[in-house]
């Protein structure tokens, strides 16, 4: 599968931002979706997943309660609403599949797929 992700850009602190990740193929439904980012000089760091039917999710603490994954099988594609954002989630965001089990690994290489990424800047 071949990801591609868009929707990064620069908000205030406190703003929001709907980021999307655009799948190829017809087994987009078959995999495990996951977004991860990545600050400068930082490890990637995994945010948030969701599963094959998209009824369950997992979030990393940081952005739990503002953030919300999500994703349209009929459109293969995933997506990551960010609510009141903080300077602190300024990174490079990440896409990722995967056709583990659930509850998936939050480590970035259990993931075997990835997008391209795209720059999330929050300026204070």
């Known amino acids: 599968v071949q990801l591609q992700a868009s929707g990064g850009g620069l908000v205030q602190a406190g703003g929001s931002l709907r980021l999307s990740c655009a799948a190829s193929g017809r087994t987009f439904r078959s995999y495990i979706m996951g977004w991860f980012r990545q600050a400068p000089g930082k490890e990637r760091e995994f945010v948030a997943a969701i599963d ?4 369950m ?3 990393a603490d940081s952005v739990k309660g503002r953030f919300t994954i999500s994703r349209d099988n009929a459109k293969n594609t995933v997506y990551l ?3 009141s954002l903080k300077p602190e989630d300024t990174a490079v965001y990440y896409c990722a599949a995967d056709q583990g089990i659930w509850p998936h690994s939050t480590r970035s290489f259990a993931y075997d797929y990835w997008g391209q ?3 999330v800047t929050v300026s204070s």
């Open 52 to 55: 094959r039917s998209g009824s």
């Open 57 to 59: 999710t997992l979030y």
């Open 81 to 83: 609403q960010m609510n």
């Open 117 to 119: 990424g795209t720059q």
